[in-house]
């Protein structure tokens, strides 16, 4: 196998007298000439094989991944166990390389993965169907709100400033373009603002976004944004991050029509911001409004389990006019990771993944703060990710604790102006007592 295509010029040759071209400025001559470069590229070389992957090597070793540091950053990224099955299985090559099933009959593997995929993260959010799968969390957010609009042919959607500041970005990006109006709902001491949320919601409102647990990690009581997005008869959408799912509520019973979230925790790397995986579950009733596809089972001629797909009325086929979304792909790759994650740990794994969170970082919390030097930014009950502040900048924190090879939290002042000096710390089941107790102690001194 070639890490590049040899060709030389008479390979080159050959292949423009095919196409009837005499060189290759020929095959862009429909671009204008003033968008084409008119020099060569600034870079050194060229260089031999052996010379370009020690010199790749050597740029690469300028980073520092979650390898060389202790990580305590979360924020929409989690550094997760990821069991050695996950890639031993999904690198095998009738996955790794398999591609879009768009003949059924004979991409029966594919499906069933997608399928079993389907299947668990609708256990995990108690709701009635999952899609195949999405580009990642804040796209299928921005889908699930489109969705809203038009199932309910309203053009307004409320979401809380407790979202993921990226995601409402990605949100507005997709509103602004199908003249849909974002309300951003404020916080009030780290959770949605109840009586602005009343306010905000109306009878124009197709969909209210809150997350689920939220932003700063604190797990917000759903029960009367549920009731003030019914009783306007919008659709309630949640945003979740699902290892909390192994101990919180359900979306499903907590009422939401449409669950959405990053499948990143499931099984992936943090991967410097991708691939990841956006999951989109919803109701029964909705389903013919969901985005991308459906995997189903049936049986064939021999009355053997067979796979199916159910739903795909996307741009590519029949009733395209009639899509929600012109969504072409599924992270298929990604979402068997994911599967393979869920099915390794078990409704008890999970659960005990989540446990793990939670104590670890409420001992860590509770580190960091006994000393009275960081103090909590809100007194909520969270879930893997808490807030401090002190009179010290955040990014100096930060400064002092890459110093000590530590990864630390998010600076809050970035995106919430109101919360300067504010680091979101998150603490997954990774984290050793060893690793917390030297993180409060490089933060004591700091």
């Known amino acids: 196998m070639h890490r590049y295509i040899p060709n030389t010029d008479a390979d080159a040759k050959k292949m423009l007298e095919a196409i009837g071209a005499n060189s290759i400025d020929d095959v862009f001559k ?6 084409i470069l008119d020099r060569e590229l600034n870079v050194d070389g060229p260089y031999s094989e052996m010379e370009i992957i020690n010199r790749m090597c050597k740029l690469s070793n300028k980073n520092k991944n979650t390898n060389d540091l202790t990580c305590f950053l979360g924020a929409g990224a989690y550094d997760h166990y ?13 996955f790794y390389t398999a591609y879009t099933p768009y003949q ?52 307004s959607i409320v979401v809380s400033e407790t979202v ?11 509103m602004k373009l199908h003249n849909i109006e974002i309300v951003e709902v404020p916080m009030e001491g780290g959770v949605t603002d109840l009586e602005k949320l009343k306010s905000a919601v109306s009878k124009e409102t197709a969909g209210v976004i809150v997350q689920y647990p939220n932003f700063f990690g604190i797990v917000e009581d759903m029960s009367e944004i549920e009731k003030v997005t019914h009783e306007n008869k919008a659709l309630f959408i949640n945003y979740v991050d699902p290892i909390a799912l192994g101990i919180l509520k359900s979306p499903g019973e ?8 990053e499948g990143q925790s499931l099984g992936s790397e943090l991967n410097y911001g991708g691939p990841y995986l956006g999951f989109f579950a919803t109701t029964s009733k909705l389903v013919r409004k969901i985005p ?23 741009e590519q086929h029949i009733r395209r006019y009639k899509a929600t979304s012109n969504i072409c792909s599924n992270q298929g790759l990604v979402a068997l990771m994911a599967s393979i994650y869920l099915t390794t740990l078990g409704k008890k794994g999970i659960r005990e993944i989540a446990m793990q969170n939670v104590q670890k970082a409420h001992y860590a919390f509770k580190e960091l703060t006994k000393s ?46 109101q919360l300067e000096n504010g680091l979101l710390v998150c603490v997954t089941e990774k984290r050793t007592k060893e690793e917390i107790d030297k993180l409060a102690k490089v933060m004591e001194v700091i």
């Open 372 to 417: 009275g030097k960081f103090k909590p930014m809100f007194d909520k009950p969270f879930f893997n990710e808490f807030a401090l502040t002190s009179d010290i900048e955040s990014s100096k924190v930060n400064e002092e604790l890459l110093n000590h090879n530590i990864l630390g939290g998010y600076e809050l002042g970035k995106e919430y102006s």
């Open 30 to 35: 429909d671009i204008p000439k003033e968008l």
């Open 254 to 261: 907590l009422g939401a029509d449409i669950v959405v979230g």
């Open 292 to 314: 991308g596809r459906v995997v189903g089972q049936s049986e064939d001629v021999d009355g053997k389990r067979a796979f199916v797909l159910t739903l795909q009325a996307r």
């Open 164 to 174: 993921n500041p990226e995601t409402r970005k990605v949100l507005k990006a997709y």
């Open 82 to 94: 990821i069991p050695s099955i996950v890639k031993h299985l999904a690198g095998r090559s009738e």
């Open 104 to 155: 059924p009959e004979i991409s029966q593997g594919t499906l069933q993965a997608i399928f079993e995929y389907q299947t668990m993260m609708s256990n995990l959010t108690g709701m009635d169907v999952t899609n195949a799968s999405m580009y990642d969390g804040a796209t299928a957010c921005a889908e699930a709100a489109m969705m809203a609009a038009d199932k309910k042919k309203r053009k």
